[in-house]
Nanobody
Framework: QVQLQESGPGLVKPSQTLSLTCTVS??????????WGWIRQAPGKGLEWIGYIGSSGTTVYTPSHQSRASISRDTSKNQFTLRLDSVTPGDTAVYYC??????WGQGIQVTVSS
């Protein structure tokens, strides 16, 4: 069974860089066909795509996140990572890593506050 687990800090200060890692088990992130991505949900708002990384390592970002987001991977650890630069309180959300789009991690709460 495919499982995804997010890890990272729960509290980040404004202007810093948020870094979250997703550890995948039960499937390889280099397997053809599948992409691996990040979605977030801010308080009181709907789900919002950030971007994804394909099995070949190609990345795609939504326009609203393209300037600040970066997704990378470590194939030796079967992990992929989200970096979000220059965070503001508006980036406070539950962040989910997903296998597009059939498997989800449980989500990790990230709060941006000084």
């Amino acid at each position: 069974q495919v499982q995804l687990q997010e890890s990272g800090p729960g509290l980040v200060k404004p202007s810093q860089t948020l870094s979250l890692t997703c550890t995948v088990s039960g499937a390889s992130i280099t397997t053809n066909v599948y992409s691996w991505g990040w979605i977030r949900q801010a308080p009181g708002k709907g789900l919002e795509w950030i971007g994804y990384i394909g099995s070949s390592g190609t990345t795609v970002y939504t326009p609203s996140h393209q300037s600040r987001a970066s997704i990378s991977r470590d194939t030796s650890k079967n992990q992929f990572t989200l970096r979000l630069d220059s965070v503001t309180p508006g980036d406070t959300a539950v962040y989910y890593c997903v296998r597009v789009t059939d498997y989800w991690g449980q989500g990790i709460q990230v709060t941006v506050s000084s």
